[in-house]
Structure formats: C-alpha cells, structure tokens
C-alpha cells in the first residue's frame, strides 16, 4: 500500500508542475491548494530535494522549484524515493536477505510476477501524464493494465 509521503508527494508535484513558473513557489501556498500540513509537506520537500527533484531557497522570494520538467518525473521514481520499495512482499525488497524457503515457495512466481506489474505500471508515468490524464484511467488509456 503507497502512504500518504507518497501519495501527497505525487500531489505536490502535480501541484507545482501546474504553476507553470520559473520561480520558486512557498511551500504555505501549495500545502493551502493540496489541504495538507505544511509541516507533513515539509519532510517530504527535503526527500525530494535530497533526490535532486525538488531545489529549494530559504528566505523571502523563497520556496522550491522542479529540476526537471514534469515529462522527466518519474512516478515510480517518486515512489520509490518516497515509500523505498514498491514490492508486494518482503522478500523483494532491495537489500533483503535470501529466504530460506525460495526453492520451494509456491507464491514466489506470483509476487515476482505481480512486483513487475507494479514497477512497469509505474514506470510508464510521469508527472506531466499524471496532469493531462487527470489522475484517470481508461480502456483505451495507452497506460491501461490490459497494455502491461
């Protein structure tokens, strides 16, 4: 299950890649548009900026900035970046240790099989479809799970 760091971290981007400004825009206002504390958003600006996503400038005139354009932005990379895993299950992480019972798990095809979906889905949006799709999936959506 993606948390509120990253589903609100989707909402901040989308927010800013909106304002179509080559300034930096305070956090105050975008946590206002979004109804989400500006200290939540606070932790999740200063992961986004430690990820190279987000540049920020402290001080009157300040607030952050996209680095890249909103076509760049990856949404599993943001998910990644902001939940560390996308995996269904543990033993997927990155970094986990190798289970004892992988040779003979009858649901290790099933979650392998399931984290690809998961991590291709993802992959397949950026932050500038996100904007154009409204957050909506259709049938004919090139992003459709029937496409994977």
């Not at 920020?56 to 680095?67: D, F, I, M, S």
Request: glycine share 10%; hydrophobic share 40%; with cysteine.
């Amino acid at each position: 299950m993606v948390s509120t760091k990253g589903r609100y971290a989707l909402r901040l981007l989308i927010d800013m890649a909106e304002q179509e400004t080559d300034g930096f825009l305070p956090l105050r206002e975008i946590a206002a548009r979004q109804e989400i504390s500006e200290k939540y958003l606070e932790s999740i600006v200063k992961e986004l900026v430690k990820a190279g996503i987000l540049a920020g400038v402290r001080g009157k005139g300040g607030g952050y900035r996209l680095c890249r354009p909103p076509e760049q932005i990856n949404v599993a990379d943001i998910l990644m970046q902001m939940e560390g895993t996308l995996a269904p299950v543990a033993c997927l992480e990155n970094g986990a240790a190798n289970c004892p019972r992988a040779a003979q798990c009858r649901t290790l095809g099933f979650w392998q099989g399931m984290d690809e979906v998961i991590r291709r889905y993802a992959s397949g949006f950026t932050i500038a479809d996100l904007i154009q799709r409204n957050g909506s999936r259709g049938g004919d959506d090139a992003h459709s799970v029937d496409r994977i």
